[in-house]
């Protein structure tokens, strides 16, 4: 029999055991100093052990090992044998970086284990031997895996539940595995399997009784019945602790009763298995050089089943339209215009379906954000309240891999910068906890991601002093609180008076704001002294396609991403403004923005150049206004992006490209490069 090759499934462990850890650390962190909330606890053991069965299955001691000892300080907590204090919970949550970095490192086929790990792992045993003698019953022998590399013979005691079968057990595999350990002798016990007429096909009813003679480690054997974990009373002893008469003492193990505890298989505690979860629906990525990035994704069976349908549909468009086709005359020319329009509803509904695919919940980045406020509020001496809204807002898992990085950058930001000491806040007449916001909501077809606190606000004249000394500006007088809020996005920006590992090295807004321009977004901020800032992240839902504003310029096409679009409109003579050197600017309302010339920036020929003829499309992008113009508009249509990198090369002013209804190619404008540009040479 040919021996599965179990690599193919190592990514999915990876994929799986993150999402553990994830839901590790999200109940740790709402664990309550003194009494244990059973639930919580529960849902941090769980994880553990299937963390802990996984590596073990899959060969990764080194993760089975350091598992294993942790899931022995959650069992103590369990059973109520020890208390949840802020040292426990700071150690398990170090317990969870480090078996987030031991999952990194054997993902890349390198040894998980480091000393940074063994360190903590010391320390997870110094923790254990310390109450050991307060967490056994007195009026049991119970066996504890050595810690060290001791080995023995043992007796083991297998008495299958009923439903071992249809989790997918099998017991002869287990006993090939223990085979492959030592000498092994077993014994059957048939008294429970019923008669023929009622026999259930699908249930257990034996019991085993095995020897496994060897140097055999009592890891090696947990192993083996990891995955049976509440579908089995298990006893193991060492053959020396045997009582006459009797095959195998009752004692726990941590395999058959939840990684080392001391009651019996009687109440197990089940494995999160992969079949509990939506069904995973895989998509191959080019590789990435972030982390966080997945080269997978986890998409529910309703989102399958609406595709399946809609590709039944389909088909069955397409048969009527090839039916038609075949004996097509001009009487049945309303019905091939009927089939037409059907097909074009349901490639319309089918390219929806697909981009749900893609759609996923934002709670996957905000679940980082109790952790990281909570050891930056700590270590700078700050109370923070963090409140999290609109956690299953969905939107591109490629926007959602990116925006992570300028969210945080936007949370270190408040808690450092934005609420103040608790002192400086009573002082102030707030209450001493300060209060960070992060709201997410769909808006007018795009995602809006706020990030708000309750603190002092952005300092108008640390910005102001700041921004003259560089020279960006000469002089505050004229703008307002907002507009001078928008020179911390500048590059380098910081009015930090000391540098620490948190801030005031400059790198940090900017980096947001362009990392936001690059996913076709904008970024903004309002701020108000003494009652805090808001950060307002505005996002397209997906990259791959996007709601564009079609012009003609020259004899080009140029599609606008409507997100940037203000108004359209022909502007009159004396609304124009010329500053020399062929700059113009003109009146919109209460502003004065500069003339963008698509034609000049990319060199069309034959299109208009006197604005009066043209039409200006007034576009917002950086926080900043200008108007394009273009010979006509087109209509509005929705595109799906083409990487000009990929397929030419990066052009200053474009972001992609599209290929029209007519086979034609359409350029996809660069809002936020334009402005950019415009009002850099209008400074100048």
Same mark, same amino acid.
């Given at each position: ?475 505050? #007088? @004229? +703008? &307002?609180?907002?507009?001078?809020? =928008?020179?911390?996005?500048? !590059?380098?920006? $910081?009015?930090? *008076? ?48 996007? #709601? @564009? +504003? &079609?012009?003609?310029?020259?004899? =080009?096409?140029?599609?606008? !991403?409507?997100? $940037?679009?203000? *108004? ?117």
């Amino acid at each position: 029999m040919s021996q599965v090759d179990l690599s193919q499934f190592h990514q999915t462990f990876f994929d799986e055991s993150l999402e553990g850890l994830d839901a590790m650390e999200s109940a740790l962190l709402k664990l309550d100093t003194g009494a244990a909330d059973s639930e919580l606890v529960n849902t941090i053991f769980r994880a553990a052990h299937s963390i802990k069965g996984g590596s073990a299955t899959f060969g990764f001691q080194e993760i089975a090992a350091f598992t294993h000892v942790a899931e022995e300080l959650l069992d103590g907590v369990r059973s109520g044998k020890r208390a949840v204090t802020v040292e426990v919970v700071e150690l398990l949550l170090r317990c969870v970086d480090a078996l987030r970095g031991m999952l990194e490192r054997a993902k890349k086929g390198v040894t998980s284990a480091n000393q940074s790990t063994n360190a903590l792992l010391d320390e997870l045993r110094q923790q254990l031997s310390a109450v050991a003698s307060n967490e056994l019953p007195s009026d049991k022998q119970v066996d504890v895996p050595p810690a060290s590399d001791e080995t023995s013979d043992w007796v083991i005691g297998f008495r299958a539940k009923p439903g071992l079968l249809r989790s997918g057990n099998d017991p002869l595999r287990m006993f090939r595995e223990l085979a492959d350990l030592g000498e092994l002798d077993i014994c059957a016990h048939v008294d429970g399997v019923p008669a023929l007429d009622v026999l259930d096909p699908e249930q257990c009813y034996i019991a085993w009784d095995i020897n496994l003679a060897g140097k055999v480690k009592r890891q090696q054997i947990d192993a083996v019945f990891d995955w049976a974990d509440g579908d089995c009373e298990l006893t193991i002893a060492r053959q020396s602790s045997a009582i006459p008469g009797n095959s195998a003492i009752e004692c726990s193990t941590p395999t058959a009763n939840a990684g080392g505890s001391t009651s019996t298989g009687s109440d197990p505690v089940p494995i999160v298995r992969a079949s509990e979860k939506p069904t995973a629906l895989r998509v191959e990525n080019a590789p990435s050089a972030a982390a966080a990035e997945s080269g997978s994704i986890r998409v529910s069976i309703d989102k399958v089943d609406a595709l399946i349908n809609m590709v039944g549909e389909l088909v069955i468009t397409q048969s009527m339209l090839g039916q038609l086709g075949e004996h097509f005359d001009l009487s049945r020319l309303e019905a091939l215009r009927a089939g037409l329009n059907q097909l074009e509803r349901n490639t319309r509904e089918l390219q929806e379906s697909v981009m749900r695919i893609r759609m996923l919940p934002i709670s996957v980045v905000f679940q980082r954000f109790p952790r990281l406020v909570r050891d930056i509020s700590r270590k700078l001496g700050k109370q923070v309240n963090l409140e999290l809204h609109g956690e299953q807002t969905e939107l591109d898992k490629t926007v959602l891999e990116k925006i992570g990085d300028p969210l945080v950058h936007l949370v270190r930001n408040a808690v450092d910068h934005g609420l103040e000491m608790p002192d400086r806040r009573v002082a102030a007449g707030k209450n001493p906890t300060g209060t960070l916001r992060l709201d997410a909501f769909h808006q007018g077809g795009n995602i809006t991601v706020e990030v708000s606190d309750d603190g002092a606000g952005l300092n108008r004249d640390a910005i102001a002093r700041k921004a003259i000394e560089r020279g960006l500006i000469t002089s505050v #007088d @004229g +703008l &307002t609180d907002d507009e001078v809020a =928008e020179l911390i996005f500048q !590059p380098g920006f $910081s009015t930090a *008076e000391a540098t620490t590992d948190l801030s005031g090295r400059g790198v940090g807004m900017d980096v947001v704001r362009r990392n936001v321009n690059e996913l076709g977004g904008t970024v903004g901020v309002q701020t108000k002294a003494g009652a805090g800032s808001v950060f307002t992240i505005t996002l397209p839902l997906t990259l791959a396609i996007i #709601d @564009g +504003l &079609t012009a003609a310029v020259g004899g =080009e096409s140029y599609i606008v !991403p409507l997100v $940037s679009v203000v *108004e359209s409109l022909q502007i009159k003579r004396e609304q124009i403004i010329r500053l020399g050197a062929g700059r113009e600017v003109f009146r919109f309302r209460e502003e004065v923005l500069p003339i963008i010339p698509l034609h000049a920036a990319f060199g069309c020929q034959g299109a208009v150049s006197d604005p009066c003829d043209g039409i200006v499309i007034v576009v917002e992008g950086d926080g900043a206004r200008a108007g394009l113009l273009v010979d006509a508009l087109l209509g509005q249509q929705q595109a799906v992006i083409k990487s000009l990198e990929t397929n030419y090369k990066r052009v200053q002013g474009l972001s992609g490209a599209t290929i029209l209804g007519d086979g034609s190619i359409a350029l996809i404008v660069d809002v936020a490069g334009l402005v950019r540009l415009a009002h850099r040479k209008l400074v100048a």
